[in-house]
């Protein structure tokens, strides 16, 4: 599976636009939005849309800049999947993940509430033979907790499910570092966006 995964685009459409053409450009089969599709709320529109112009597959979570209801709202208006304590099936691979961040303006959530989202999640996948954990915010005691601390909640996830990705964003300073936790690598995304072939 050929997967483009971004985050932080904080209402920037052309952003969206850009990202949008280059999943087109690459074939991609998923594209991941892992948070902080808008700006505290604001500019919701012309965000996912790029994306169903071009036919593309979408999921998506909230990161802490909107609610979890207006990921809701953007997953019903779009007919797309909101991942938040949710899962996805492609064949041999399994897709789950948690959305919000143990700190910020908005979608804030305890280490235990984050942890439980991935564990609800990680029921549906956990007998698939590939797994990805998608999270806004990062592990904590990693590379990207050196900028901003990280998830107890998310880490401890990381070490009892053991997937084989984890995607996340939610730190601009962090973009593109990849880390490794035990068997799974941690990818911070963000908004320049990562292909991925899984």
Do not use: W
């Amino acid at each position: 599976m050929k997967i483009l995964a971004a985050g932080d685009i904080h209402g920037d459409r052309s952003l969206a636009e850009k990202l949008a053409k280059q999943a087109e450009t690459e074939n991609v089969d998923l594209v991941i939005l892992c948070g902080d599709l808008t700006h505290f709320e604001q500019s919701t529109e012309g965000i996912i849309g790029p994306f169903i112009k071009k036919g593309q597959r979408v999921v998506i979570l909230p990161g802490n800049h909107e609610t979890l209801a207006t990921a809701d709202f953007l997953a019903e208006l779009y007919n797309i999947k909101n991942l938040h304590g949710y899962y996805l099936k492609y064949k041999d691979l399994g897709i789950f993940g948690c959305g919000g961040a143990n700190i910020g303006p908005l979608s804030k959530l305890t280490e235990e509430e984050i942890l439980y989202n991935l564990k609800k999640g990680f029921r549906g996948v956990k007998n698939l033979k590939k797994k990805v954990m998608v999270t806004h915010v990062h592990p904590d005691k990693g590379i990207m907790a050196r900028f901003v601390p990280g998830s107890s909640g998310v880490r401890k996830a990381i070490e009892e499910f053991k997937p084989d990705i984890l995607i996340c964003s939610h730190v601009h300073e962090a973009e593109g570092l990849e880390d490794q936790i035990g068997s799974t690598k941690v990818i911070n995304v963000s908004k320049s966006g990562k292909i991925l072939e899984i």
